[in-house]
């Protein structure tokens, strides 16, 4: 059950459910002095002054996990209660996890959740007992965007004051508070003296529709290297994967050597042609050498557009779950996620 933070007031404010599932955030030092996942979702929002004149808040705490340990399986269960706290009345919805899968998480949600309401995923970069922990303010800056009123937001990772769409947002830094970016389109909004400002408008991506226990296909992701000789493609369907993304180099990329695997592997199972680098597109037009963008989807590799590998792996296994199994059907859920 939820538990109500003391002193709300629901006679006028918003109201947010807030869904704890560990991370630094929640993380305090254990007998060898190295910290893990403790506090309660109670607990962290009964610290941050100010929250209660913010929105009423009820507190779940379904998970204590470090952010790496979170599953899809996991996020569909929170996804399924979101739905259910919206559907009760809930104004607004905030995800408490830790960041080192927050920008697949929120992306995750983004994907499956159908809302008009905020949803915020946040967490911090500095445990609680830090000097400068940063979860306090987090918080409170992910409650303000949430009980703002702001509709079709979609999901977004609030951090530092700062508002990043879930589609865009990547952690650029192992250990600066400043870690999220969403470059190069830049954050959707900020918070300023107690207000979510929107600065940009996202575009809208096709939801897909899962039950909580739908099976989630394997898929491969695979970063492409100086003089790689791809020995990995040709084994990875009897390895059981039902689809791979390739980190390819530049925009869209890979030594000739490996493009007859690749063509080989896009026959078999469903293969997304995505880039190692930080930024910036596939290509799809421009290249026309062996193991060019060009070659490669001739080769019958779907084009993963400006997702980056991370989110063109997720996306490919929960389309493949959803039972997008033909790749014209693939390719219209990339067009409609990778394009910005």
């Known amino acids: ?44 929002v009964a610290a941050v002054p100010g929250l209660t004149d913010v929105a009423d808040i009820a507190v779940h705490s379904p998970l204590q996990k470090p952010g790496a340990s979170l599953t899809i399986s996991d996020i569909l269960a929170v996804a399924s209660e979101v739905r259910s706290a919206l559907a009760n009345g809930a104004n607004g919805a905030i ?28 967490g911090a970069m500095r445990g609680p007992e830090a000097a400068g922990a940063d979860g306090p303010a987090n918080l409170l800056a992910s409650a303000i965007v949430a009980a703002s009123g702001a509709r079709n937001t979609g999901v977004l990772v609030v951090l530092g004051d700062t508002a990043h769409a879930a ?12 870690a999220f970016t969403s470059a190069p389109f830049g954050p959707l909004g900020y918070v300023f003296e ?25 898929v491969a992701l695979l970063q492409i290297g100086l003089g790689d000789d791809g020995r990995m493609l040709r084994h990875l369907p009897e390895m059981g994967f039902e ?12 030594p000739q050597p490996i493009v007859e695997e690749l063509g080989i592997l896009a026959d078999t199972i469903p293969v997304v042609l995505s880039s190692r680098v930080a930024t910036g597109p596939v290509f799809e037009n421009t290249y026309g050498f062996p193991g060019s963008e060009i070659d490669l989807l001739k080769r019958n590799l779907v084009p993963g557009g400006s997702l980056g590998p991370l989110k063109a792996r997720l996306l490919l296994q929960l389309g493949l779950a959803a039972g997008h199994n033909q790749n014209t059907d693939i390719q219209k859920l990339f067009v409609s996620w990778g394009n910005a």
């Open 1 to 44: 059950m939820p538990q109500k933070l003391p002193g709300a007031d629901v006679s006028h404010k918003p109201r947010i459910a807030v869904f704890a599932l560990g991370g630094t955030i929640a993380m305090t030092r254990g007998e060898t002095g190295a910290i893990a996942p403790s506090l309660s979702g109670a607990a962290l």
């Open 243 to 254: 689809g791979a993304v390739i980190a390819a180099m530049g925009a869209g990329h890979v």
């Open 167 to 178: 589609r865009h947002v990547r952690k650029g830094h192992t250990a600066r508070p400043d």
């Open 194 to 218: 107690g207000q979510f400002r929107q600065s940009l408008h996202r575009s809208v991506g096709q939801t897909l529709y899962l039950d909580t226990d739908t099976p989630i296909p394997p």
């Open 95 to 122: 995800v408490v996890q830790g960041t080192d899968t927050i920008e697949e998480t929120a992306f995750l949600l983004d994907c499956v959740l159908e809302t008009s309401a905020p949803v915020v995923v946040t």
